[in-house]
């Protein structure tokens, strides 16, 4: 199974300051096909997960600009432009390139 | 807009059977395109992927490795949903059950249902 590790796994930001989350894989994400299924997921205290970025740094539909997705091979960061305080929660990395899919162990942002 | 509705049981016995069902709207479980996924959350072991079916011209079945011989993810198309069935379960099953679709383009793991809390308790 490919290992998804994201650090940190605690990150305390100021309102308006950016944030960044790295997230590696034990091996490349780039399948058979050329693309590389690396999705980025937010999860607000109590909900379902939440699409923010998929393939790397397409953002889904309704996910604010602030949010953007970058990297490549096993080496992904979602980079958050100006925290807001409706970010806080936790955000976890996946990959879909094999089965089995897993995440990261996620990274709870947190407002200082 | 794509709506999973989850419903089934939050409790269950140790070796009974936990079932699961997630009813689409805005979307067919035959969609050509699209994969239904069970996707489970804990504490223990954090967000852990259990199984898929989709349609192909003909329907398929994915299964995590550690619930393979207890796992069967069944689609209905007469009422638009897919249900999970997880045998013999203990409390190490006690999770958050989740269903998702996996969309367009492969990857997209875009609508999520709200979660059923299961506890596997005597």
């Known amino acids: 199974d490919i290992v998804m590790t994201q650090t940190p796994l605690s990150s305390p930001v100021t309102l308006g300051q950016p944030a960044s989350i790295s997230c590696r894989s034990s091996?490349?994400?780039?399948?058979?096909?050329?693309?590389?299924?690396l999705s980025w997921l937010q999860q607000r205290p109590g909900q379902p997960p939440r699409l923010l970025i998929y393939n790397i740094s397409n953002r889904f539909s309704g996910v604010p600009d602030r949010f953007s997705g970058s990297g490549a091979g096993t080496d992904f960061t979602l980079k958050i432009s100006r925290v807001e305080a409706e970010d806080v929660g936790v955000y976890y990395c996946?990959?879909?390139?094999?089965?089995?899919?897993?995440f990261g162990q996620g990274t709870k942002l947190e407002i200082k | 807009q794509v709506q999973l509705q989850q419903s089934g049981l939050g409790l269950v016995k140790p070796s009974q059977t936990l079932s699961l069902t997630c009813a689409i709207s805005?979307?067919?479980?035959?969609?050509?395109?699209?994969?239904w996924n069970w996707i489970r959350q804990s504490p223990s072991r954090g967000l852990e992927w259990l199984g898929r079916?989709?349609?192909?011209?003909?329907?398929?079945?994915d299964y995590a490795v550690s619930v393979k011989s207890r796992i069967t993810i069944t689609p209905d198309t007469s009422k638009n949903q897919f249900s999970l069935q997880l045998n013999s379960v203990t409390p190490e099953d006690t999770a958050v059950y989740y269903c998702a679709r996996r969309g367009e383009p492969a990857g997209k793991f875009d609508y999520w249902g709200q979660g059923t809390l299961v506890t596997v308790s005597s």
């Open positions: 091996q490349s994400l780039v399948h058979s096909d050329g693309n590389t299924y």
């Open positions: 079916t989709y349609y192909r011209s003909r329907w398929y079945n």
């Open positions: 996946m990959h879909a390139t094999e089965l089995p899919l897993t």
């Open positions: 805005g979307d067919s479980v035959s969609s050509s395109s699209a994969a």
